[in-house]
């Protein structure tokens, strides 16, 4: 049982290089999200997908593109990586409200980003 | 929009002491609520959460928080802590719709 998985666990950049940082779950939920994790600002949710084909901005979008092809995947895209994005990364999923478990969230052990 | 409030940044205590971590958050409306704790280098793990009923929740590894709707409130508890439990621990809130928002952490170190 997996769970949520996220690769990878570590990412050194330079300033202008684009990456990928994958995401896959295999609990069958529908909603997916990426947060960044950084020092006294708690957890702020970057985008967010409710199911297949559907994805939306959160509170801090910009700079990161994503896309929802399958119910079990969903990577995070850079750009083109700026040291503001130096940070933690934690894919996340969990049920609909109303549907199956209690909505929340289960995250991945996290993907260390560091931008030169 | 919602927020979360968590007062203390930094919370020390000594070991076997009890603790008190606080959570506020803006709206009076329904909503589910969570306390995640994520130990060094590691991802966040749910602690415990309200969803309805009784307000006093007890969660994982002996803690438990109460549900105050008046004072918007949903603060953690435990009567005795241990080592093992230094560590970060984030209040979030969910109301009907789909997103999470997350307080800004406290950490808890317990020194012996």
């Known amino acids: 049982n997996a769970g949520v998985t996220q690769t990878p666990k570590f990412q050194v950049l330079k300033t202008g290089q684009s990456m990928t940082l994958q995401c896959a779950q295999d609990?069958?939920?529908?909603?997916m999200s990426w947060y960044r994790q950084d020092p006294g600002m708690g957890l702020r949710l970057i985008h967010y997908?409710?199911?297949?084909?559907?994805?939306d901005q959160g509170e801090v979008p910009n700079g990161y593109n994503v896309s929802r092809s399958t119910t079990e995947d969903f990577p995070l895209r850079l750009l083109s990586a700026a040291p503001s994005q130096t940070s933690v990364y934690f894919c996340?999923?969990?049920?609909?409200?109303?549907?199956?478990?209690?909505?929340?969230?289960?995250f991945g052990e996290g993907s260390r980003l560091t931008v030169l | 929009a919602q927020s979360v409030t968590q007062l203390d940044s930094q919370v020390p205590v000594f070991e076997e002491a009890p603790v008190e971590l606080r959570c506020n958050y803006s709206s009076s409306v329904s909503v589910y609520l969570f306390w995640y704790v994520q130990y060094p280098n590691q991802g966040l793990q749910l602690l415990l959460k309200y969803l309805s009923g009784s307000t006093l929740v007890k969660g994982i590894n002996g803690f438990e928080a109460e549900f105050n709707k008046s004072q918007t409130s949903f603060h953690l508890r435990k009567p005795s802590v241990h080592i093992s439990d230094t560590a970060e621990y984030f209040c979030a809130v969910k109301d009907y719709g789909q997103n999470f928002v997350f307080g800004p952490g406290t950490r808890l170190s317990v020194l012996p």
């Open positions: 996340a999923s969990s049920w609909p409200p109303g549907q199956g478990d209690t909505g929340e969230l289960f």
């Open positions: 609990m069958n939920h529908e909603y």
């Open positions: 997908s409710v199911g297949a084909g559907i994805t």
